[in-house]
């Protein structure tokens, strides 16, 4: 009889409740309900609705008793950065903070003051995003709404949907590294520095791994559901998750795990924290069994996302990458990671201007803007590749690109001309597969991440593009 697991995975924009199972050694999926997500403006900053986003949970594991799947455990991921603060009573403190959102302007000078740069990415490893969860403690710490010092509890936001599912509250590692306040030597909270930034030693629980059970589902969410079931926690930050499912032999490999960010690195047994590290913002964030992702945030389809809406999803992504290819000769770039990218009221519009300032061809068709987008990602892989090979002293003959930018033809086919680089991709449900993954390792019926990613190779069609 078949075993059937659940991934709850969710992201910036959608969720998705997809059953995994095993069948003659290979592994089958089957996406059983999908929501929506996004960020809501409340009192003049970005906010997640957490109440939706439980109820969604919910109602997709109803979506399991209807189908007469019942699944022998459950785990939830989503982005990282962002978290719950709860008060002694356990209830939520609202609002629950978008990374977005632009409060943590300036509260990177506040903790520089508090510690230096340097000091800083030494005791962390991780690269300065000014939405780090560091920055948006500090920018509660810095109002005058008495939030954190009303705080006794600090849970990140897969952690919290746990929480509200089992009653237990339980910290995985994968996105507790994200915060930049965990040390990459003691794979715990960094405790000197959290002192030294004024943050509660409360709010921060005990680090547990990936694959370690929280519980089982509270009595009346069970009868609401329908089912009893157990609630595993898989590498709860998506990307952590994502890169679990690199259909990758042996250590030495490049992974890009491109959705609404896009991630590019590899996988090291050890954090590098110098000084060359830090200067080429290269990040080490956790990874399953204490493994590092040595990586560079880039933003990733962010910007294609946002310019379809834009137009009002008259296209697919599809079509925006045939539009982008018949304007390939397009001249114009811009930096991907430049702040005006992050959350304009305009992607259009900031894409435009940023070529009118820095004297270039102005885009003035959908397909040479998507072609600018596509031509300047892809110029960005190409410069984050050379750095990494630079820092770890390798040169890697393969790419991974896996998630929804997977499917992204055109991209990927940019990617392996400017890189030199054989580009695979695939699979496209990457963290939802690297999130069963997990719960398969924790039952017993897969023996190993490495064996797990043979599995994943054999069960999924990887594409193949040529330098």
């Given amino acids: 009889m078949r ?25 089958e999926i089957e996406e059983i309900y999908r929501f929506e997500n996004g960020m809501k403006k409340e009192d003049g900053h970005l906010c997640w609705d957490v109440e ?10 109803k979506c399991c008793r209807e189908k007469g799947k019942i699944p022998v455990s459950m785990a939830i991921d989503t982005w990282a950065v962002d978290y719950v603060l709860m008060d002694q009573q356990g209830e939520r403190i609202d609002p629950v903070y978008a990374y977005r959102d632009g409060r943590t302007t300036g509260m990177d000078e506040i903790v520089e003051a508090c510690i ?44 919290y949907l ?14 507790a590294t994200t915060t930049q306040l965990v040390n990459p030597l003691t794979k715990d909270w960094d405790w000197s520095l959290i002192e030294k930034l004024g943050y509660k030693k409360s709010l921060f629980g005990n680090i547990t791994m990936a694959g370690t059970k929280i519980g089982v589902l509270k009595p009346e969410i069970a009868e609401q559901v329908g089912f009893q079931t157990q609630v595993i926690q898989p590498a709860t930050h998506d990307t952590a998750s994502a890169v679990m499912a690199v259909p990758a032999t042996g250590e030495d490999f490049l992974y890009l ?11 090291r047994r050890e954090a590098d924290c110098s ?18 992702r040595y990586l560079k945030n880039i933003m990733g389809l962010w910007m294609i996302q946002s310019v379809r809406h834009e137009w009002n999803d008259r296209w697919s992504f599809a079509e925006l990458c045939e539009m982008a290819e018949k304007n390939t000769d397009f001249p114009s770039r811009v930096d991907v990671n430049d702040p005006v990218f992050l959350a304009p009221e ?100 897969c023996s190993s991440l490495e064996n797990a990613r043979k599995m994943i190779y054999d069960s999924f069609d990887i594409k193949e593009y040529r330098r």
């Fill in 3 to 27: 075993q059937y697991y659940l991934a709850v995975d969710i992201g910036a924009s959608s969720g998705r409740h997809i059953l995994g199972c095993l069948s003659e050694g290979k592994l």
């Fill in 52 to 61: 939706h986003l439980f109820q969604e949970v919910k109602n997709g594991l």
């Fill in 116 to 159: 230096d740069p340097e000091q800083l990415y030494r005791h962390t490893g991780i690269q300065k995003q000014i939405f780090n969860t560091i920055y948006q403690l500090m920018a509660d710490k810095e109002s005058k709404t008495g939030r954190l010092e009303r705080a006794e509890t600090m849970l990140m936001i897969p952690d």
């Fill in 162 to 175: 746990s929480y509200l599912l089992t009653g237990v509250k339980m910290t995985e590692y994968t996105n």
């Fill in 257 to 267: 795990s491109s959705g609404t960010w896009s991630l590019l690195g590899t996988e």
């Fill in 275 to 292: 000084r060359e590290s830090q200067k080429a913002n290269m990040t080490n964030e956790g990874g399953y069994e204490y493994r590092f």
């Fill in 346 to 445: 305009s992607m259009i519009q900031a894409v435009l201007q940023y070529c009118e300032k820095t004297g270039q061809r102005v885009p003035e068709t959908e397909g040479e803007i998507s072609a600018v987008i596509y031509q300047s990602l892809s110029d960005c892989y190409e410069r984050t590749i050379k750095e990494m090979e630079e820092l770890t002293g390798k040169e890697y003959d393969a790419l991974y690109v896996v998630g929804g930018g997977s499917n992204a033809t055109y991209l990927n086919r940019l990617t392996a001309e400017k890189t030199k680089k054989t580009v695979y991709s695939g699979p496209s449900e990457a963290t939802a597969i690297g999130n069963l993954v997990a719960q398969m390792i924790h039952s017993g019926e």
